[in-house]
């Protein structure tokens, strides 16, 4: 097979031969040459036009990746937030019950310790004042939940305030009640009272400083106060007898006992035991003959040992 090229230049026309085995590889070769070319240009403008459009897509891909990650976190975090304050609401409920029961055990001792009223009120917060400083203060919870603990943490604190006014006002009650002669001394009835009686001697209009209370032998004696023991022996007339100063103007005496067991400079305690019953000194059987004595002159013990603690 054979190609005649007829050139417009009126030059003689070329033939090509297409037998001739070297034209043909030399055909084959430019057009391979050729479509290469092509197919390079071709990839080359592709790149040109489409590289930047994908690395965009790909990095809007990385970037919705990093976004769902970051929700996921988000709501991890929101997850163990809302627990976190769940059991924050609880524990402040628990605290505001604690407060409740705060409150009722206030006011039960101002009833028990017999207060005047209104000087303690735990339904109104004391008078506090001062200035605060704020610097630096932050807080990361709920509004609600916030004010919640902070009005639990003042009320915390004028309780606190309240209860320690009150403890130390019980404790002077207290120790003010202990050092006062308060009930009966031994258990037994009243067999004599205080004032003029006709003398179980000799039947003669007589004073009697105390009163009688008819016990069985060996009965134990209590002290009806705290107090220092000043004299513990025989007297005449009281035989065994026990004598108690209360330092606050109050003295008590407790006679005719068979046994003492206590001593002079000895401490005792409300209701401990300082001697035992008899019919020691100037008597007619077994009983304990009980005196009060208040700023140096005997008082009528009726009323005290009438009194409860």
Known sequence: MQIILVSRARKLP???????????WKLIAA??????????????????????????????RELQLQTRQQNAQL????????????????????????????????????????????E???????AVGGV???????????AGLEGSIKQLASQFDAQQAQLSALQSLLLDARIESNLKPTG????????????????PFDGQAARHTGIDIATPYGTPVHTVAEGMVTFAGVRRGYGNVVEIDHGNGY??????????????????????????????????????????????????PLAFVRNHR
Request: hydrophobic share 40%; net charge neutral; glycine share 10%.
């Open 251 to 300: 003295m008590t005496r407790y006679a005719h006992n068979s046994k003492l067991d206590v001593h002079p400079g000895e401490h005792v305690q409300v209701g401990e035991v300082i001697a035992q019953a008899g019919s020691t000194g100037r008597s007619t059987g077994s009983h304990v003959h009980f005196e009060v004595w208040y700023d140096g002159r005997v008082v009528n």
């Open 14 to 24: 070329k033939t090509l031969d297409l037998a001739d085995r070297r034209l043909r």
């Open 132 to 142: 605060e400083d704020t610097t630096g203060t932050s807080y990361a919870l709920p």
């Open 75 to 118: 709501a991890s975090v929101r997850s163990d937030a809302q627990r976190s304050l769940d059991a924050l609401a609880v524990k402040l409920g628990q605290l505001q019950a604690q407060s409740t029961r705060l409150n009722a055990l206030g006011e039960r001792l101002v009833q028990v310790g017999k207060l005047d009223d209104g």
């Open 120 to 126: 303690f009120n735990f339904s109104q917060p004391p």
């Open 31 to 60: 057009l391979s040459l050729a479509i290469l070319g092509c197919v390079g240009s071709g990839l080359a403008l592709a790149l040109l036009v489409a590289s930047p459009r994908d690395r965009s897509l790909a990095q809007i």
């Open 184 to 199: 009966m001394p031994v258990q037994g009835y009243i067999s004599s009272y205080f004032g003029v009686r006709p003398d």
